[in-house]
């Protein structure tokens, strides 16, 4: 399902991971680690999946989630 999508930051850091799990996870900790946010499983499930879907950074769907 994602194996052909990235997902990536502003920064330039980019997820890359074979599974929606494994993505989440990567996103949380990219979060937190790079811009010192910490989300949750089920928000950093929807930034993939919006990022996903929509083709757009994680920034901007992380943007939205934490407005």
């Known amino acids: ?15 890359d991971a074979a599974d929606e799990a494994a993505r989440v996870e990567a996103v949380r900790r990219h979060a937190f ?5 910490d989300l949750s499983d089920e928000l950093a499930l929807e930034v993939v999946r919006r990022a996903t ?11 939205e989630e934490t407005r």
């Open 53 to 63: 879907s929509s083709e757009r950074d994680l920034n901007g769907a992380i943007g």
């Open 33 to 37: 680690e790079a811009h010192g946010i």
């Open 1 to 15: 399902m994602f194996a052909d999508k990235a997902l990536r930051c502003e920064c330039g850091y980019e997820v």
